[in-house]
């Protein structure tokens, strides 16, 4: 959730400036959502691998390969990754089709809506994703209960 919020602000402050301060117009917004995917990459990056702070662990040693787990893994990513792909080309679209109507104002205008509703939907999205975490160890320590 916290990386989530960072990368909305980031993209909040950052996208006016590339877009109307360095004159990019919509190689700015491009160029924006790519350093504030960096920075929190970078973020994530550290507290897993340097910090080691949360509650996840990675490490050679605990990895086991189970083509069962990976087929479960596949079956369940495939709608996933189709709904995100459809996401994605819609998005292409609309931002073709504002940025031959109204520009680079249309697509700033539109994007920086988009982050201000995504910034209110990360608490919602932070307490799905935890109540998917403690459900599915739940059932994966056959604990039906908890």
């Not at 990056?45 to 390969?65: E, G, P, Q, V």
């Given at each position: 959730?916290?990386?989530?919020?960072?990368?909305?602000?980031?993209?909040?402050?950052?996208?006016?400036?590339?877009?109307?301060?360095?004159?990019?117009?919509?190689a700015?917004?491009?160029?924006?959502?790519l350093?504030?995917?960096?920075?929190?990459?970078?973020?994530?990056?550290?507290?897993?691998?340097?910090?080691?702070?949360?509650?996840?662990?990675?490490?050679?040693?605990?990895?086991?390969?189970?083509?069962?787990i990976?087929?479960?893994?596949?079956?369940i990513?495939?709608?996933?990754?189709?709904?995100?792909?459809?996401?994605?080309?819609v998005?292409?679209v609309i931002?073709?089709?504002?940025?031959?109507?109204?520009?680079?104002?249309?697509?700033?205008?539109?994007?920086?809506?988009?982050?201000?509703?995504?910034?209110?939907?990360?608490?919602?999205?932070?307490?799905?994703?935890?109540?998917?975490?403690?459900?599915?160890?739940?059932?994966?320590?056959?604990?039906?209960?908890?």
């Open positions: 959730m916290n990386v989530m919020i960072i990368t909305a602000v980031l993209n909040i402050i950052i996208y006016p400036i590339f877009i109307y301060v360095f004159n990019w117009g919509i700015g917004a491009a160029y924006a959502t350093l504030s995917a960096f920075i929190t990459s970078a973020i994530i990056f550290y507290w897993l691998i340097i910090k080691k702070d949360t509650y996840l662990n990675i490490s050679r040693k605990d990895f086991k390969f189970d083509s069962g990976l087929k479960e893994i596949i079956f990513a495939i709608p996933a990754t189709v709904e995100t792909i459809i996401f994605s080309v998005s292409l931002n073709l089709i504002l940025s031959f109507i109204s520009g680079p104002l249309g697509v700033a205008v539109y994007t920086a809506g988009w982050r201000i509703v995504n910034l209110t939907m990360i608490p919602h999205m932070g307490l799905g994703t935890a109540a998917l975490t403690v459900v599915g160890a739940a059932y994966g320590a056959r604990k039906s209960k908890n």
